[in-house]
């Protein structure tokens, strides 16, 4: 079957091209973080001031986000950022679940000491930057574990996903931390610091799961961990759905 060949990177097409994902990257990027929020209007003009583009790549960009799932758009209100549904979230959690467990069982066989201590570390970053006790004097979080934070993340958010890409990165299969990925950049990342944040007990939850996680790891033990990691994700899509079933559509679409 004959397919249109793809623009040359040095074109006007292929430059194109780059400068729309470019932008939809950057206004993903700022929605991830919270930057702009769930619910609000993403007005073209003000967009294409802010990334200093013009109108056009940031229209083909918001197209991008919409066919991704993002952002819709809603009668006399134009583009905004879609509320997710609760369900979507609970599915994408399932999803999320059973591919973390495997990226465990996968690093019970390349993990080390000094990928277990970086795991501890970010965990106590996570304690210490969310406002829960510190059982003890946490170290400082080492270059590895601050590899690969979301963009404009908050300090909670880069600290929880770093414990998380660390795993995955030791996992060794890059085509798993991709699909990891994908369901994470669904949902804006600064909600899940909401919770945290909102919910103490929750909070804590989170921690203790994180340590029989590193617990599970540290003994060899690949089913505990698949376990314990499979348990630790459904709880907290079940938290971040809840978040957003307590509160109406109005809150963010007024």
Same mark, same amino acid.
């Given at each position: 079957?004959?397919?249109?060949?793809?623009?040359?990177?040095?074109?006007?097409?292929?430059?194109?091209?780059?400068?729309?994902?470019?932008?939809?990257?950057?206004?993903?990027?700022?929605?991830? !973080?919270?930057?702009?929020?769930?619910?609000?209007?993403?007005?073209?003009?003000?967009?294409?001031?802010?990334?200093?583009? !013009?109108?056009?790549?940031?229209?083909?960009?918001?197209?991008?986000?919409?066919?991704?799932?993002?952002?819709?758009?809603?009668?006399?209100?134009?583009?905004?950022?879609?509320?997710?549904?609760?369900?979507?979230?609970?599915?994408?959690?399932?999803?999320? #679940?059973?591919?973390? =467990?495997?990226?465990?069982?996968?690093?019970?066989?390349?993990?080390?000491?000094?990928?277990?201590?970086?795991?501890?570390?970010?965990?106590?970053?996570?304690? #210490?930057?969310?406002?829960?006790?510190?059982? =003890? +004097?946490? %170290?400082?979080? !080492?270059? %590895?574990?601050?590899? !690969?934070? #979301?963009?404009?993340? %908050?300090?909670?958010?880069?600290?929880?996903?770093?414990?998380?890409?660390?795993?995955?990165?030791?996992?060794?299969?890059?085509?798993?931390? $991709?699909?990891?990925?994908?369901?994470?950049?669904?949902?804006?990342?600064?909600?899940?610091?909401?919770?945290?944040?909102?919910?103490?007990?929750?909070?804590?939850?989170?921690?203790?799961?994180?340590?029989?996680?590193?617990?599970?790891?540290?003994?060899?033990?690949?089913?505990?961990?698949?376990?314990?990691?499979?348990?630790?994700?459904?709880?907290?899509?079940?938290?971040?759905? $809840?978040?957003? +079933?307590?509160? %109406?559509?109005?809150?963010?679409?007024?």
């Amino acid at each position: 079957m004959d397919t249109a060949p793809l623009p040359d990177a040095d074109s006007p097409a292929g430059k194109g091209k780059a400068l729309v994902d470019d932008t939809a990257a950057a206004i993903r990027a700022r929605i991830l !973080s919270g930057e702009i929020p769930i619910g609000a209007q993403l007005r073209q003009v003000e967009l294409a001031e802010l990334l200093g583009v !013009s109108r056009t790549p940031v229209r083909e960009a918001l197209r991008q986000l919409q066919a991704g799932g993002l952002i819709e758009v809603l009668p006399n209100r134009g583009a905004v950022v879609r509320v997710p549904a609760p369900w979507e979230v609970r599915e994408a959690y399932e999803i999320r #679940a059973e591919l973390e =467990g495997l990226a465990c069982v996968r690093a019970v066989r390349a993990v080390t000491p000094e990928v277990l201590r970086e795991l501890r570390e970010a965990n106590e970053t996570v304690r #210490a930057v969310s406002g829960g006790p510190k059982p =003890g +004097e946490g %170290s400082r979080p !080492s270059a %590895s574990t601050q590899a !690969s934070p #979301a963009p404009n993340a %908050s300090p909670s958010t880069s600290a929880n996903d770093c414990f998380h890409t660390l795993i995955h990165t030791v996992a060794g299969n890059r085509r798993l931390a $991709r699909a990891i990925k994908d369901i994470n950049e669904a949902f804006p990342r600064n909600v899940s610091a909401l919770v945290l944040q909102d919910n103490p007990r929750h909070r804590e939850d989170n921690l203790r799961e994180h340590e029989r996680i590193v617990e599970a790891l540290a003994a060899e033990d690949a089913e505990r961990a698949r376990s314990e990691m499979k348990a630790h994700v459904i709880s907290a899509g079940e938290q971040l759905a $809840r978040w957003y +079933e307590q509160r %109406s559509a109005t809150v963010f679409r007024g």
